[in-house]
């Protein structure tokens, strides 16, 4: 199956069309039908044999209960190859087809708790129960990747197909013998059981997908779009060897048939599906772990309850879910339920808020930042994702523009990573008309005209001028925020505002604003003005570091501004160093020292300090600024420690100056650096990923106190 260029450009515009569309009655019914059934094959080719969808889980959805609607109403225009009378197809030429021992079905989907009350209801209705019934339902992750099909005869693994068509497979037994995750042996005839099919996902974890990526790159290689697409695509790889550089891994989630010696049925044994999952956990497999990632609910509240808990966590797992899967536990209530051609009628996916989608990259603008870096930003036509509309999006710099080979006009893949920053995955650029535009980026700063530079090195073009009112403008944005002077209560409106009033025109203007001004202002008032008065003034007793580390000096962190603080007894001290006073401090580079050293031998920047110094802004060493001890003969010398969850002996700072006082360095998140995790009560996502990385020694309070005393 293959579609021009053209073809795929009318029918994606089509999809949108079809979204937004009411359902036709009467004749003009069955072209609607027709079009749907057309753009949904189209976009399950992209999905399952491309791995490269232009719309949305959520969009494709809409589109097939769409369809699913129309036939019900519309029966007799019901067409025999209706993606509602099939399963989606995967199949590639690469290799043989196999069929499975029972048909490997899709899943209805939901959305919201009423969907799943409606669900609920069905089934209620489909084995005579009362409605006020409680059925009790196992929930679990749907696994983003690709589904998989294993087969075990007299122990042994015999074949692992994906899951193809529905009725056939694709053949990849060598493959599934290069995961790990995934036993050559089980031993099923302790149950009785001679043949055995299993259903499960096979997907790659967030980390290991990082590491893969970083060696492809490191190689020359093309770095690889996501994890799932990264799962399915070595699926398929003719290299065994290819699915183990890749660490793809198998989770096993359903007993799909399973007969003895005679033929007959074993799968009655198991009175629960969470009983069969249980034995697949004791014979090896990798399966959802109870309590965690699997519950048994004992009504559909509380399934929606753990599904709710689930999506909140999903950026805290470290493998690609985009829902869970909310299955009848009791597997006589199953079998009354029965299938469609479609899905079990006994399970349904409750799907999260997308993560991706497609849209249009209308225009690029351009923002000055503090340092006078200039950042591309694409405008895009507006697109829900994870529950947000997303209209914005960084495109990085000249070099992320030119290796996406993004243009104006094209069609874009959009992710919202971590559901807080969104970011361009790719161009769909096989559907591109001709229309699309390369983007320009400019030679002249956009606020100044100031010609740009791009230092060796780095990927930034950057407007030198320092007195470039954009690059103003950023640096008193940046002064005043959490990270730097921290003056509670002046966020960036504020200062936008001032500017704007010419109340502000540069930093020291911030120490001499007019309160009485302040309070006339709408939406301020007396209280709010001297509030704000409250917030600088405390922020003038600042430590130097912080003054530091808010002048926007390249390279200048935080880290590197506390060492420097460190070792001054004023801040003009830096007028006088060469860059072997920088060098000698460890963790200070030549860099740093060049930036600094160009900084302080500028009149305007110690014009600056002085200036502030007069207005009352702290310019001397505090005792926050001192240089710390380093203890080299502590019983924690050299390890890197973290403290979570609610600790019962000390707090938190109590046992940071502990662990301090014994040699140890206290880290701020977990990390492959992170040596000991010290766990209190209620302990979080911390403790997921320091288990996760499997490097980490996780201890508790106790213990830590023990070590340090």
């Keep these: 199956m293959k579609y021009k260029k053209e073809e795929q450009r009318a029918l994606l515009k089509r999809s949108k069309e079809l979204l937004e569309e009411p359902n036709a009655t009467g004749n003009k019914a069955k072209d609607q039908i027709d079009d749907l059934i057309k753009t949904i094959v189209y976009h399950e080719w992209r999905y399952y044999v491309l791995n490269e969808p232009v719309v949305s889980d959520y969009e494709y959805d809409h589109l097939y209960k769409k369809l699913e609607a129309l036939e019900q109403v519309n029966p007799l225009m019901l067409r025999p190859d209706s993606p509602t009378q099939r399963v989606s197809n995967d199949l590639t030429e690469d290799f043989p087809s196999v069929a499975h021992l029972i048909p490997m079905l899709s899943l209805d989907n939901s959305y919201n708790i009423e969907d799943l009350q409606d669900f609920d209801k069905r089934v209620k209705g489909l084995v005579d129960l009362p409605e006020d019934a409680e059925i ?5 992750p749907k696994f983003d990747g690709g589904s998989i099909a294993l087969v075990y005869e007299n122990n042994a693994l015999i074949r692992a197909a994906t899951r193809g068509n529905g009725t056939m497979g694709e053949e990849m037994t060598n493959n599934a013998r290069a995961m790990r995750s995934i036993p050559i042996q089980a031993d099923f005839k302790k149950y009785g059981i001679q043949k055995v099919e299993l259903r499960g996902e096979v997907i790659i974890r967030m980390d290991t997908f990082e590491k893969v990526n970083k060696k492809r790159e490191a190689a020359g290689q093309s770095i690889l779009a996501n994890a799932r697409n990264a799962a399915t695509g070595a699926m398929r790889v003719k290299d065994p060897k290819e699915v183990e550089r890749r660490g793809l891994e198998a989770f096993v989630y359903q007993l799909g048939f399973a007969i003895d010696d005679e033929g007959d049925d074993k799968l009655s044994d198991f009175k629960t599906h969470d009983e069969g999952i249980k034995m697949l956990g004791d014979l090896g497999f990798k399966i959802p772990k109870s309590g965690y990632e699997r519950k048994v609910c004992k009504n559909i509240q509380e399934a929606h309850q753990f599904c709710v808990e689930w999506e909140a966590r999903r950026d805290q797992y470290n493998y690609e879910i985009d829902g869970m899967v909310v299955k009848v536990n009791e597997v006589a209530l199953q ?37 006078g870096s200039v950042t591309p930003v694409a405008k895009l036509e507006p697109v829900q994702l994870a529950g947000v509309t997303i209209s914005s999006v960084s495109l990085h710099n000249e070099d992320f523009i030119k290796t996406k080979d993004i243009r104006l006009g094209d069609t874009v893949l959009v992710e919202r990573s971590g559901d807080v920053i969104p970011y361009i995955v790719k161009t769909i650029d096989d559907i591109r008309d001709g229309s699309e535009k390369v983007i320009d980026f400019p030679k002249n700063c956009p606020s100044c005209s100031t010609q740009l530079v791009r230092t060796e090195g780095e990927a930034a073009w950057r407007c030198t001028n320092p007195t470039c009112e954009a690059q103003i403008l950023q640096k008193m944005i940046f002064h005043v925020s959490k990270d730097a002077m921290d003056i509670d209560g002046f966020g960036k409106s504020y200062v936008e505002r001032f500017y704007e009033m010419g109340w502000l025109k540069s930093i020291a203007d911030i ?10 202002l709408e939406g301020f008032g007396t209280k709010s003005a001297a509030n704000l008065k409250k917030a600088i003034e405390k922020a003038k ?31 003009l001290d830096l007028t006088k160093w060469e860059e072997e006073n920088f060098t000698n401090i460890k963790d200070v580079g030549p860099k740093v020292a060049e930036n600094v050293m160009t900084f302080f031998r500028e009149e305007q920047n110690v014009a600056l300090i002085k200036e502030l110094e007069s207005l009352g802004v702290n310019v001397k060493q505090t005792k926050a600024d001192e240089k710390e001890e ?14 979570t969850g609610s600790l019962q002996e000390v707090t938190r700072k109590e046992a940071q100056e502990l662990a301090k006082k014994a040699g140890a360095k206290v880290a701020s998140g977990v990390s492959s650096n992170l040596n000991i995790l010290v766990v209190g009560e209620k302990a979080g996502s911390k403790l997921k990923k320091a288990q996760a990385l499997g490097t980490v020694e996780i201890i508790t309070e106790e213990a830590f106190l023990k070590i340090v005393s």
């Design 335 to 371: 079998n009354k339920c029965g299938y469609t051609s479609h899905h079990p009628r006994w399970a349904i996916a409750y799907k999260f808020k997308a993560k991706q989608a497609t849209t249009k990259l209308l225009n690029v603008e351009y923002q000055i930042g503090k340092i």
């Design 541 to 571: 007793q600042n430590p130097i570091r912080r003054l530091l580390h808010s002048l926007s000096i390249h390279h200048l962190g935080k880290k590197v501004s506390r060492l420097l603080a460190g070792e001054i007894k004023e801040v």
């Design 630 to 643: 380093v203890i080299t003969d502590g019983v924690l010398s050299g390890k890197t420690i973290l403290f």
């Design 136 to 140: 009790e339902y196992c929930v679990e």
């Design 511 to 520: 120490y001499r604003l007019d309160y009485d001004k302040i309070a006339q």
